[in-house]
């Protein structure tokens, strides 16, 4: 199975950016469907972005499309989010996901392998 560390979480003020990493052992992520998710104080875990392992195909959250990115290194056994016009309202934990699928899936249950996690702050 994958093991899953993420990294480059941190405080940044609105209108920022960062750039998340997601760095995986164990496995190549080569065949791997890789996911973003999110989760707010309070609130349910959520679907950020996903990405194909076989055409690169995305599928975004509807609150970060055209904001945030998400990219993949096989080569490296990583997978990136970069966040861009970061918003107090995507201050959230953020893991990193993987599951063996064929097509971008949304829902957390789809994902048997979870990173720890990186806290996202963005100030007002």
Do not use: H
């Not at 953020?94 to 599951?99: D, I, V």
């Not at 990173?115 to 702050?121: L, P, R």
Request: net charge positive; proline share 2%.
């Amino acid at each position: 199975q994958v093991q899953l560390v993420e990294s480059g979480g941190g405080l940044v003020q609105a209108g920022g950016s960062l750039r998340l990493s997601c760095a995986a052992s164990g496995r190549s992520i080569r065949r791997y469907v890789m996911g973003w998710f999110r989760q707010a104080p309070g609130k349910e875990r959520e679907f950020v972005v996903g990405i194909s392992w076989s055409d690169d195909t995305r599928s975004y959250g509807d609150s970060v499309e055209g904001r945030f990115t998400i990219s993949r290194d096989n080569a490296k056994n990583t997978v990136y989010l970069q966040m861009n016009s970061l918003k107090p309202e995507d201050t959230a934990v953020y893991y990193c996901a993987a599951s063996n699928s064929l097509v971008v899936l949304t829902r957390r249950d789809e994902y048997p392998w979870w990173g720890q996690g990186t806290q996202v702050t963005v100030s007002s």
